[in-house]
Structures are given as C-alpha cells and as structure tokens.
C-alpha cells in the first residue's frame, strides 16, 4: 500500500471513529431536544478532531469534515424519527449526500498524505504560532462547524414536519442538484487547466471560469440557498432561518474569496486584470474592455 492509500484508510478509520463517538453522544443525551441533541454532537466530533489534528501536527484533518458529516447527520435524523416514506425528505437527503460525494470525491483525489497542510492554516500558524492550538480549534474547525449546523436546522425541520411536494421544494432540490453539477464542471475544468499549464504561472481564463472567478464557491452558496429553498417551501414564511444561508454566503464572500484572491495576486499580477472584467461569483458576462 503506497503513502497516500495508507492516508487515506487512517483518514476513513478516524472518520468513523468519529461518527460512532457522535452517534453514542446523540444517544445518550435523550433527554435533550432533538437540535440541543444534535449540537453537541456535532461539537463533539469536532473537539475530537481538534485533538487528532494536534497529535499528529495537521489540522487539514478537519478538510472532510464540511462534507462528510452533514449528510450522515441528516440520514442519522431520518433514521431517528422512524417516519412513514416523505418524497421531500427523500429529495433532500438526495441533494444533500450528492454533494457531499462530489466534495469529498474532489478532496480526495487531490489529497496526498498527512504531511500536506492546507496553505490557509500555514498562514494562521505564521500569525500566531503559540496560540495556534487555539485559532486551530476556533476558526479552523468550531466556526466552520457551527456554520454548517446552523443550516442544518432548518434541515431538521423540514424532515420532522414531513411537508407535501410542492413547486418551491422542487425549486430548492434542483437548485441542490445544480449546485453540485457547478461544482463538478467547474472542478473538473480546473483540474485540467493545471494539468496542461503545470509550472506556469497563469490565471484560468476558460469554462465557467471565463463568467466566474469563483463557480466553486458559487455551486456551494447555492447548495444551501437550495436547502433553504426546500425548507421555505414546507413552511411558507421567511423566518430566523434565512439567516442560514445568509450566513453561509458572507462567508465566502468576505473571508474566503478576499483571501484566496489576494494570495493569487502575491504570484500573479495579471490576476487584477482578470478580476476586472470576470464576475466574482455568479456566472455572468464579461466586462467590456
């Protein structure tokens, strides 16, 4: 077995260690509401895998967590509630496990070993080293974490109330599905574009690419406007939740794009002219020079 299987099959074993230690967390606390419930749980898997990542000095640990987790908790909840067949629930989980396969499918394969680091906690580490067990814990994984839950509840409603099939949930599945077929695409034409341009320092400039600085992260913000979507649909009013996707969108458009986009520029000067006349986010046309 080469290094990198050898990574990736201790990676699957304390991913299941860590969903085995969620699922008798979740049973245990039954005298808990069922969110009340869930949150801990999910706040333990993480504490878990803070720990992990500080014995073996790797925070990257925490990488599959954003998608593996979500779509067990969801079937967890779906198996909990034990209710008759629902199509929308169905159709959720389906979005849901989509695109956590098409995430975790594009981490792995990209993936090569323990000894790889995201550059993003390099440059927290740098900042701060001697507090970085700490920024490991809080903005690597507990902030991401609770990002995530935060649409999760809204998820677990819309399981509990069992809602009839109308246009809007329909509306917020496609959008889940079309999410993850962005993603793929635009995931896809990246890696072949590094494929061909390997030791070059250029900007992508083709594909979705060509409309979207960042159709990735679009297919992302997406997934859990979709998942929102679908919740509106059964409940029919705008409530606290909205916040979740909200949430969710500045995220990406304040904390993750802003930093990816001024490392590109340190490398590639060009980019600053790519960022003029390409959307940042959503696919649109271009600038005219």
Request: hydrophobic share 55%; charged share 15%.
């Amino acid at each position: 077995m080469n290094s990198r299987k050898k990574s990736l099959s201790i990676m699957a074993v304390i991913y299941i260690f860590i969903l085995i230690v969620g699922v008798f967390v979740f049973t245990y606390l039954d005298q808990l509401s069922l969110v009340f419930r869930l949150l801990i749980a999910d706040l333990v898997m993480t504490l878990i895998t803070w720990v992990i990542s500080l014995f073996i000095k790797n925070a990257s640990v925490y990488d599959p967590f954003w998608s593996v987790i979500p779509p067990f908790m969801v079937l967890g909840v779906i198996i909990y509630l034990n209710q008759s067949f629902n199509f929308g629930v169905l159709l959720l989980f389906i979005g849901l496990f989509v695109w956590g396969v098409r995430l975790t499918y594009n981490w792995m394969i990209r993936w090569t070993s323990f000894h790889e680091v995201d550059w993003r906690y390099n440059k927290i580490y740098e900042k701060s080293p001697k507090l970085y067990f700490l920024t490991n814990l809080f903005a690597i994984q507990l902030f991401p974490t609770l990002i995530v839950f935060i649409q999760l509840i809204a998820a677990t409603i819309f399981i509990q109330m069992q809602p009839a099939m109308n246009l809007i949930i329909w509306i917020g599945f496609l959008m889940m599905i079309f999410a993850a077929v962005i993603q793929f695409v635009s995931d896809q034409q990246m890696k072949r574009f590094k494929e061909r341009t390997k030791n070059q320092k250029v900007c992508i400039d083709e594909g979705l690419w060509k409309y979207s600085r960042h159709p990735n992260y679009f297919g992302e913000i997406t997934l859990w406007w979709g998942l929102y979507i679908m919740y509106f649909g059964a409940v029919q009013k705008i409530d606290v939740y909205i916040i979740a996707p909200i949430l969710m969108t500045m995220l990406f458009l304040f904390i993750s794009i802003p930093w990816m986009e001024k490392k590109i520029l340190k490398t590639r000067p060009e980019y600053k002219d790519y960022q003029m006349n390409v959307s940042m986010l959503i696919p649109f046309f271009r600038h005219q020079k």
